[in-house]
């Protein structure tokens, strides 16, 4: 049975967006969301928890996930996302980015394992189950060499790959040799992500990894929103440029309803036509122009033109570049 959860990308796959993508796209089982992190002390603003509120996410089974060095704070957090109705909480131990993890967290904890093994044994009694999603390493693949065992002590609900490097941002190949190698070594169950963005991608890796259950997809995903149903068998539908438009149009509303003034509305929306965009032809000059407005008067005409005139359906796009 194939499994595909929705990766988090933080400041796109909010509750808005993978909730709307629910409604209109079939294919994934379940999304995770973007990283919270932790806070000084036991309560925290309930505007932090708006995002994962089981209310404001019905169409789609969630997993929170926390970025911390911290495993008290931790504790406290997954306890209150327990008490939320989250039965598991996923840690991050990938985010690449210097300003996270030249502070020892996400990826740039993984050249530590003596400090995972303490962070992991303090949390153990908390009530929810731990799912981790992790690089290979921060330096080197070697890191995760030494974490694997560490790992396969504590009974994770699943262990998400991304085979990359910390320091390797989203540049480079992913490096399947040594997601083989986790594969084989890891007693915890393994899920893959990283760059999977056409179906003939996971028709390659399922080829490879026959006994991988587990997919995430991120980027593949939002250029593509056909690509998980795909996946799991669903034929694309006679207009895809039809659905793609209802869901465009349904997001735009929600985003205005909640978010104050124009301009982060419009923000909103270019990071959506970000990685949309490449599902298209003759979408370079919408995306230039779309990129260069402020105005969202402008943005409505410019969306309404492009399906009216110009917008073509385009399978299996090339990804975009978000370096
Ligand atoms: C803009 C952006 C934001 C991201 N935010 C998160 C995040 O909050 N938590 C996380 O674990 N990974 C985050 N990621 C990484 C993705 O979840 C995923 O691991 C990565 O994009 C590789 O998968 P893909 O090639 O299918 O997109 C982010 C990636 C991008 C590009």
């Not at 089982?29 to 019905?58: H, I, W």
């Not at 996270?100 to 996400?106: E, I, L, Q, S, T």
């Not at 593509?224 to 209802?246: N, Y």
Request: glycine letters at 6%; a positive charge.
């Amino acid at each position: 049975m194939t499994f595909l959860s929705l990766a988090p990308l933080r400041g796109l796959t909010d509750a808005i967006y993978r909730n709307t993508f629910a409604r209109h796209f079939p294919g994934f089982d379940l999304a995770m969301a973007p990283f919270l992190t932790t806070f000084e002390g036991s309560k925290v603003k309930s505007a932090r928890l708006a995002d994962l509120l089981p209310e404001n996410n019905k169409d789609l089974p969630l997993v929170p996930q926390i970025l911390s060095k911290d495993a008290h704070q931790f504790k406290i957090l997954a306890t209150m996302l327990f008490d939320l109705g989250y039965e598991t909480v996923n840690w991050n131990l990938g985010c690449p980015y210097p300003m996270v993890a030249n502070k020892g967290r996400g990826s740039g904890l993984l050249p530590e394992p003596d400090k995972i093994t303490s962070f992991l044994e303090t949390i153990a009694d908390m009530p929810c189950r731990l799912s981790i999603k992790t690089r290979l390493g921060r330096q080197s693949s070697a890191e995760i060499r030494e974490l694997l065992p560490i790992f396969n002590a504590f009974p994770l609900q699943e262990l998400i790959i991304h085979p990359r490097l910390g320091i390797q941002l989203y540049k480079g190949k992913v490096d399947l040799e040594a997601f083989a190698f986790c594969l084989a070594h890891s007693t915890n169950p393994v899920a893959y992500n990283g760059d999977l963005c056409t179906f003939a991608d996971f028709q390659r890796l399922s080829r490879r990894f026959p006994e991988v259950q587990r997919w995430m997809i991120g980027r593949g995903a939002l250029c593509d929103p056909f690509l998980p149903g795909q996946i799991k068998g669903v034929p694309l539908p006679s207009h895809p440029l039809v659905q793609l438009k209802a869901f465009h149009d349904e997001l735009f509303t929600l985003y205005g309803q909640r978010l104050d003034g124009g301009s982060h509305h419009l923000g909103r929306m270019k990071g959506v036509w970000f990685y949309l965009a490449a599902s298209l032809k003759n979408s370079k000059k919408l995306l230039k122009n779309i990129q260069k407005t402020k105005k969202i008067e402008t943005y409505c005409a410019l969306i309404d033109h492009f399906f009216a005139k110009e917008a073509q359906w385009q399978q299996q796009p090339p990804p975009p570049n978000n370096e």
